[in-house]
């Protein structure tokens, strides 16, 4: 998590500035639109927030279950949210203090590495498509919810910009992750698979496979009734419309989350992938919202 250890007092002073200056780094905001805010969690309290505002959406707007403790606690929390990065898009306009209105959970290879691997890798055999590009430095995005009043152009914007600081500054070269449709019936969601897989087919060498037993083939899966992709473009979840819009691509097999009430994609996102109308957009060093 992004914010600063407690720290034993033999540490030297040298060691301290060291430490506090990637505090600072990491703590700096991303980006600002208007009353809006992006950056990373502070505090083990803000990721606590974080995962209220997920229980919140994932729990009790959408269909996932939850166990025991999460019930609880009213919090959406699972192992790897003590060593990824959260990132978080504030209103400061909430009276009292700021509001978490949106998050984002990011997860370096390095630090994937040295803990539990990828998240992604429960549904995927994403470590063949590491191997395949082992001089590459992957990210991995997950858990992304916004609050109902948020959904708009401009948290999704902000979310992307605060997306893309990160990429910059930690040399990020491929996003990878799970995307969601609500839902666990493929075929009631076959005009929506049907159409991401046309729409952004994976090449061979960015092919992610599900894991044995738990895939379901997107071009077995053909609509009774033909939709048009404009009509299907409209059903999809903002943040899914801009990964195709940025240039991603989607894998060849959906997996169903019973937990969550999902039908999963994998998404494959390439630095150089990126639509250069978007990074002209954002800046080549995310300037356009910095604060």
């Known amino acids: ?89 504030l209103d400061h306009d909430v009276v009292g203090a700021p509001e978490i209105v949106g998050t984002y959970r990011l997860l370096r290879q390095e630090i994937a590495e040295k803990k539990k691997g990828f998240y992604s890798a429960g549904e995927f055999q994403i470590g063949s498509l590491i191997a395949r590009h082992a001089q590459r430095s992957f990210l991995e995005l997950g858990r992304s919810c916004v609050l109902k009043p948020y959904r708009t152009k401009r948290t999704v914007e902000l979310l992307w910009h605060g997306i893309w600081s990160y990429v910059r500054q930690h040399n990020i070269d491929v996003m990878i ?60 979840p903002p943040l899914m419309k801009g990964y195709l819009r940025l240039g991603a691509y989607i894998c060849e097999e959906a997996v169903v989350d019973w937990q969550f009430g999902t039908t999963d994609v994998f998404i494959v996102l390439p630095i150089e992938r990126i639509n250069t109308r978007y990074i002209n957009y954002y800046g080549p060093d995310a300037t356009r919202h910095a604060a």
């Open 1 to 89: 998590m992004a914010y600063l250890p407690m720290m034993p007092q033999r540490f030297s002073s040298g060691m301290m500035r060291m430490a506090w200056r990637r505090f600072n780094q990491s703590a700096a905001p991303l980006g600002r639109l208007g009353s809006l805010e992006v950056r990373l969690a502070r505090s083990g309290d803000e990721v606590k927030q974080a995962q209220r505002l997920r229980y919140r959406i994932f729990y009790e707007e959408m269909s996932a279950v939850a166990n025991v403790r999460a019930t609880f606690f009213g919090r959406d929390a699972d192992p790897y949210d003590k060593f990824c990065d959260h990132l978080l898009v």
């Open 177 to 236: 992750g799970c995307a969601s449709l609500e839902g666990t019936d493929p075929r009631r969601l076959a005009p929506l698979l049907s159409f991401l897989r046309s729409y952004a087919p994976s090449p061979e060498e960015w092919r992610v496979q599900a894991l044995p037993g738990r895939g379901v083939p997107l071009e077995g899966l053909n609509p009774r009734d033909p939709v048009s992709g404009i009509a299907v473009l409209r059903e999809l």
